[in-house]
């Protein structure tokens, strides 16, 4: 079965600081990534997605994300994170075609603090 | 367009009742997912309707069911409710030709 790893649960950060936040995905067929974002109080929001093509992938708010196959991975990342950042961040990986449930990790939660 | 729409947004329940939860998806959206999140274990999967018919099953037990309309709109019903039932209740919809989900501001389901 799929499975999604999400390496930190909390993140720390100071505005203006830099932001990674790691994604592993175990599956060896083809996959759709997603990196999702759930601001307190609101519903899920699609931040970036990776189908297939660059590997590199830009987001709103200036997220991008970054699949690197041979290492399973899709880690997300900001140059300057903002105190409006503050959310959880949720990666996701669906199979083949799409029509298959999203798979979602457990999810980090970031605080940005001024 | 207009989004997923989830209702209630809130519920408290007593344990051993049962409840309906209600999720409108995007117009033309066919499919429609149920996923449950809590702290300890994220978003899970519970069942996924296309065209009225259950097309993905996720693993809980029985007392968890769902159906989908005509119309695409989806219920998802909990008979004999648990504590553990507590929970946020999220839908979501896609159109069959995108992978992309839509997600509902979720249903909040408290048992007590």
């Known amino acids: 079965a799929q499975s999604v790893s999400q390496h930190n649960h909390h993140v720390i950060l100071s505005e203006a600081a830099s932001l990674e936040l790691g994604c592993n995905y175990s599956?060896?067929?083809?996959?759709?990534l997603f990196w999702y974002v759930q601001y307190p109080g609101q519903h899920l929001q699609l931040l970036l997605k990776y189908f297939s093509g660059d590997p590199l992938v830009k987001g709103i708010k200036g997220f991008e994300a970054e699949f690197i196959k041979s290492k399973f991975s899709f880690n997300l990342r900001k140059p300057s994170v903002q105190w409006s950042d503050t959310a959880e961040y949720f990666c996701a990986v669906n199979t083949g075609s799409g029509n298959t449930p999203l798979v979602f990790g457990k999810g980090t939660r970031l605080s940005v603090i001024a | 367009k207009a989004g997923v729409t989830q209702t209630p947004r809130y519920l408290i329940k007593t344990r051993g009742q049962q409840v309906t939860l209600s999720c409108s998806p995007i117009?033309?959206?066919?499919?429609v997912s149920w996923y449950q999140q809590t702290p300890g274990q994220g978003l899970q999967f519970l069942f996924e309707?296309?065209?009225?018919?259950?097309?993905n099953k996720g693993n809980f037990p029985g007392r968890f069911s769902g159906r989908q309309f005509s119309n695409s709109r989806s219920e998802m019903n909990v008979s004999t409710l648990e504590l553990g039932d507590s929970a946020l209740y999220l839908c979501?919809?896609?159109?069959?030709?995108?992978?992309?989900?839509?997600f509902g501001q979720g249903t909040r389901l408290t048992v007590v």
């Open positions: 979501a919809s896609k159109s069959n030709s995108e992978a992309e989900a839509f």
């Open positions: 117009s033309g959206h066919r499919s």
């Open positions: 599956y060896g067929g083809t996959v759709n």
């Open positions: 309707y296309f065209s009225e018919t259950q097309r």
